[in-house]
T-cell receptor, first 114, second 113 residues
Framework: NAGVMQNPRHLVRRRGQEARLRCSPM?????VYWYRQLPEEGLKFMVY????????ESGMPKERFSAEFPKEGPSILRIQQVVRGDSAAYFC????????????FGQGTRLTVV | AQSVSQHNHHVILSEAASLELGCNYS??????LFWYVQYPGQHLQLLLK??????LVKGIKGFEAEFIKSKFSFNLRKPSVQWSDTAEYFC???????????FGTGTRLQVFP
């Protein structure tokens, strides 16, 4: 049973380009969380999704950021028109249900905006 | 707003010293509580979790945590740390009301031989 898979592991984008980060949850998991990690700032919640639904996106910036978790395929975190401040490690986690289950983390995608 | 607080940002210990890392969460009601560890350059791994039942939870690598509902706390402990415990430790909480999993800012632990 493969763990949570994130790709790419490293992504370099120029300012103004789009970044697409992918997260394939563990088999049987229908809940996905996305987090951003900056040095000295811990893990900041971005968005919580279930299949085909965004449950809570209170941590997402209002502009340029979007997320989806389609019926088939991985969850995608999309950042349009990237800026230097978007440089960070982005982690996703998946769980079977929303409560009373643990969340498993992927290896993360390190985004660098140049 | 839901939040998780970790008051120790950076802890430095010698091997064999005892460890206690504080964690407090802000919301009432039923919660799930977790401690995760992140070794340098790696992803987060679960140390232990509390869903219900015995408030003293034992995890991997000799770690344990105690849920004290009246204090909204879930402190992590280890009687005798090792150099290999050097890592960043994150406390997390999930409220039954929202299912949102929120993390504290983390505690960096350095253990010197």
């Amino acid at each position: 049973n493969a763990g949570v898979m994130q790709n790419p592991r490293h992504l370099v984008r120029r300012r103004g380009q789009e970044a697409r980060l992918r997260c394939s949850p563990m088999k049987g998991h229908s809940h996905v969380y996305w987090y951003r990690q900056l040095p000295e700032e811990g893990l900041k919640f971005m968005v919580y999704l279930q299949k085909e639904n965004i449950i809570d996106e209170s941590g997402m910036p209002k502009e340029r950021f979007s997320a989806e978790f389609p019926k088939e395929g991985p969850s995608i975190l999309r950042i349009q028109q990237v800026v230097r401040g978007d440089s960070a490690a982005y982690f996703c986690a998946s769980s079977q249900t929303g409560r009373d289950t643990e969340a498993f983390f992927g290896q993360g995608t390190r985004l660098t905006v140049v | 707003a839901q939040s998780v607080s970790q008051h120790n940002h950076h802890v430095i210990l010698s091997e064999a010293a005892s460890l206690e890392l504080g964690c407090n969460y802000s919301y009432g009601g039923t919660v799930n509580l977790f401690w995760y560890v992140q070794y340098p350059g790696q992803h987060l791994q679960l140390l232990l979790k509390y869903f219900s039942g015995d408030p003293l939870v034992k995890g991997i690598k000799g770690f344990e945590a105690e849920f004290i509902k009246s204090k909204f706390s879930f402190n992590l402990r280890k009687p005798s740390v090792q150099w290999s415990d050097t890592a960043e430790y994150f406390c997390a909480a999930r409220s039954y009301n929202t299912d949102k999993l929120i993390f504290g800012t983390g505690t960096r632990l350095q253990v010197f031989p």
